[in-house]
Each structure stands twice: as structure tokens, then as C-alpha cells.
């Protein structure tokens, strides 16, 4: 079992940045890691995701804004999000998958706020 701890979220404007983090409990070498991300209202959408490989997506309306990186020494990923609009405002999970698709984890979220 995997445990994952999101941190960075907050309180930013608009146009400022944030930078959130998920640490793993244990090796994330054979997942692919997410960020997900859900407002009031609405359905949990996936934002990025990393590959054990390095291979990234990303969903349209974040492309060129956010980057999503991974340390599997430190266990962690990382969702770098720059230029943030109050529609990136919503709980933001990590995920991670592992690669034969059996097993799936999920953080309990960090709050992102985004001020006009």
C-alpha cells in the first residue's frame, strides 16, 4: 500500500503560482503519478500526469502553465502551476497507478484558491 500526502496549496492571485507536492510513502518507481482536481459541482478531472518513463500529459486548458515532475529518489511529484486563473481554483488529488494497472492510490487533497 501506498500513502500519498499532498502540500502547496494556498491562497494565491491571479497570475501568481503555486507549487504542490506529493509525497509517497513508498517507491513510486513502477507508477505513473497524476494530478487531479475537482471544484464544487463538478467532476474530478485528470490536470497531469507523469509516466515512470518521464512521458507527461496534460489536459488543454493548463497546457503551458502547469509542469508536472517526479523525483523517484525523494518519492515525490511535483505539480508547478504558473499564470493561475480563478478556474484552476479546486481541490487538487495525486494519484498513482501502478504500471500493470492493478493497484490505485489516491492523496486526500490540497485546496487551491484563486483570487480575482
Known amino acids: 500500500q501506498v500513502q500519498l500526502v499532498e502540500s502547496g496549496g494556498g491562497l494565491v492571485q491571479a497570475g501568481g503560482s503555486l507549487r504542490l507536492s506529493c509525497a509517497a510513502s513508498g517507491s513510486i518507481f513502477s507508477y505513473t503519478m497524476g494530478w487531479h482536481r475537482q471544484a464544487p459541482g463538478n467532476t474530478r478531472e485528470l490536470v497531469a500526469k507523469?509516466?515512470?518513463?518521464?512521458?507527461?500529459n496534460y489536459v488543454d486548458s493548463v497546457k503551458g502553465r502547469f509542469t508536472i515532475s517526479r523525483s523517484n529518489t525523494k518519492n515525490t511529484v511535483y505539480l508547478q502551476m504558473n499564470s493561475l486563473k480563478p478556474e484552476d481554483a479546486a481541490k487538487y488529488y495525486c494519484?498513482?497507478?501502478?504500471?500493470?494497472?492493478?493497484?490505485?492510490?489516491w492523496g486526500q487533497g490540497t485546496q487551491v484558491t484563486v483570487s480575482s
Open positions: 494519484n498513482a497507478i501502478r504500471s500493470d494497472g492493478r493497484y490505485s492510490y
Open positions: 507523469i509516466t515512470s518513463g518521464g512521458t507527461t
